[in-house]
């Protein structure tokens, strides 16, 4: 079976990455110089954009991406990328009066980037779209991944502190870009799961099992159906468990077991308390502290119930059932979802 990722047999000249890294260690200085004003930022973005549009043409030809991947260009992206996006999470007058769409035009260029680096085959991208790969398939995609930067796990921390008003398609892209970490190479995929990470995954999810949610996007908050951003949470979870599982202990950061113990705390989240929550963010609302919550919250955090539950199933997807059914099992797996029944309510 043929790769589904289209691919071009040109190879990278020699001049491309020496010249990529001055252009992108040129703009990064000068963005992040008090010389570089903010009303001056948005230029600087679109003057970026095309180059990174450059390098994710460039990755369509796989055998380039792990050359690519070890330039220190990669880490100058990061930075310009962590700089726009600590822009845009920000709430002032300045923000609100300036023109974002160009530093959130190059955010989305610069992950799509990543993505194509880290995942060269588009695996969670495929996963997303329900289709399951199987090891036969992996083992023929004979092109490795690009080693992944160590920049990424505190940039990926770092975007979701203090979030709040960041747009909710950039916080779904960069969950698009761990999912696609951990699904495109073990070895990348164990760097990325880490204590972190998993924090930064799990705080996303308690803050969907609370109907939190952002007012200035186009999403149905009214909807019963959990957000966008919850259903790939759940997805990067399941590939983490399936990673996780297929690693030896020596090189985990991370053990299925606490990734269990927390997912199942957030499975039986107490209804009471959540509405407790609930009228506390709404007292705060008025001091604009909190998102706005939708009519149908009760229903949204059942769905997400339900579709937690899919993806314990979905973890059973993978080569070694019998020793990640003894981790549940030692997790205390039926005593939390005999609970979970036990709370639950039957109109």
Same mark, same amino acid.
């Given at each position: 079976?043929?790769?589904?990722?289209?691919?071009?047999?040109?190879?990278?000249?020699?001049?491309?990455?020496?010249?990529?890294?001055?252009?992108?260690?040129?703009?990064?200085?000068?963005?992040?110089?008090?010389?570089?004003?903010?009303?001056?930022?948005?230029?600087?973005?679109?003057?970026?954009?095309?180059?990174?549009?450059?390098?994710?043409?460039?990755?369509?030809?796989?055998?380039?991406?792990?050359?690519?991947?070890?330039?220190?260009?990669?880490?100058?992206?990061?930075?310009?990328?962590?700089?726009?996006?600590?822009?845009?999470?920000?709430?002032?007058?300045?923000?609100?009066?300036?023109?974002?769409?160009?530093?959130?035009?190059?955010?989305?260029?610069?992950?799509?980037?990543?993505?194509?680096?880290?995942?060269?085959?588009?695996?969670?991208?495929?996963?997303? $779209?329900?289709?399951?790969? @199987?090891?036969?398939?992996? &083992?023929?995609?004979?092109?490795?991944? =690009?080693? +992944? !930067?160590?920049?990424?796990?505190?940039?990926?921390?770092?975007?979701?502190?203090?979030?709040?008003?960041?747009?909710?398609?950039?916080?779904?892209?960069?969950?698009?870009?761990?999912?696609?970490?951990?699904?495109?190479?073990?070895?990348?995929?164990?760097?990325?799961?880490?204590?972190?990470?998993?924090?930064?995954?799990?705080?996303?999810?308690?803050?969907?099992?609370?109907?939190? $949610?952002?007012?200035?996007? @186009?999403?149905?908050?009214? &909807?019963?159906?959990?957000?966008?951003? =919850?259903? +790939? !949470?759940?997805?990067?979870?399941?590939?983490?468990?399936?990673?996780?599982?297929?690693?030896?202990?020596?090189?985990?950061?991370?053990?299925?077991?606490?990734?269990?113990?927390?997912?199942?705390?957030?499975?039986?989240?107490?209804?009471?308390?959540?509405?407790?929550?609930?009228?506390?963010?709404?007292?705060?609302?008025?001091?604009?502290?909190?998102?706005?919550?939708?009519?149908?919250?009760?229903?949204?955090?059942?769905?997400?119930?339900?579709?937690?539950?899919?993806?314990?199933?979905?973890?059973?997807?993978?080569?070694?059932?019998?020793?990640?059914?003894?981790?549940?099992?030692?997790?205390?797996?039926?005593?939390?979802?005999?609970?979970?029944?036990?709370?639950?309510?039957?109109?």
């Amino acid at each position: 079976m043929q790769s589904r990722v289209p691919s071009f047999k040109l190879p990278l000249p020699e001049e491309v990455p020496p010249v990529l890294t001055l252009l992108q260690t040129t703009s990064c200085r000068f963005s992040t110089t008090s010389c570089c004003s903010a009303s001056r930022q948005p230029l600087m973005a679109w003057m970026i954009k095309p180059s990174v549009k450059s390098l994710i043409i460039i990755c369509r030809n796989l055998s380039n991406v792990e050359e690519i991947g070890t330039c220190s260009y990669i880490n100058h992206i990061i930075t310009m990328t962590t700089l726009y996006i600590q822009q845009l999470k920000s709430k002032t007058k300045e923000k609100e009066m300036a023109d974002q769409s160009q530093a959130e035009e190059f955010v989305r260029h610069a992950l799509a980037f990543c993505e194509s680096l880290y995942d060269p085959y588009h695996n969670w991208r495929h996963r997303t $779209c329900g289709e399951q790969l @199987g090891t036969v398939e992996r &083992s023929r995609q004979k092109y490795k991944a =690009a080693p +992944l !930067t160590v920049e990424f796990v505190p940039f990926f921390y770092q975007c979701f502190q203090e979030s709040e008003h960041l747009k909710e398609s950039l916080k779904c892209c960069l969950l698009h870009l761990f999912g696609a970490i951990v699904a495109g190479d073990q070895r990348n995929a164990l760097l990325a799961i880490s204590p972190a990470t998993m924090e930064v995954l799990m705080r996303v999810l308690a803050d969907c099992s609370m109907g939190s $949610c952002s007012s200035d996007e @186009g999403e149905d908050w009214d &909807s019963e159906a959990p957000d966008r951003k =919850a259903l +790939l !949470t759940l997805g990067c979870l399941r590939e983490v468990v399936q990673r996780l599982l297929a690693s030896s202990s020596d090189q985990r950061q991370v053990e299925i077991a606490s990734v269990l113990e927390n997912y199942f705390k957030l499975l039986n989240s107490d209804p009471a308390a959540v509405v407790a929550s609930r009228q506390q963010q709404q007292q705060q609302q008025a001091k604009g502290r909190v998102p706005t919550l939708g009519r149908h919250w009760e229903s949204r955090f059942v769905a997400l119930q339900v579709h937690m539950l899919d993806t314990i199933r979905d973890m059973f997807l993978c080569s070694d059932r019998p020793v990640l059914q003894a981790i549940f099992l030692n997790s205390n797996c039926f005593e939390h979802l005999t609970r979970l029944l036990q709370n639950s309510k039957f109109f």
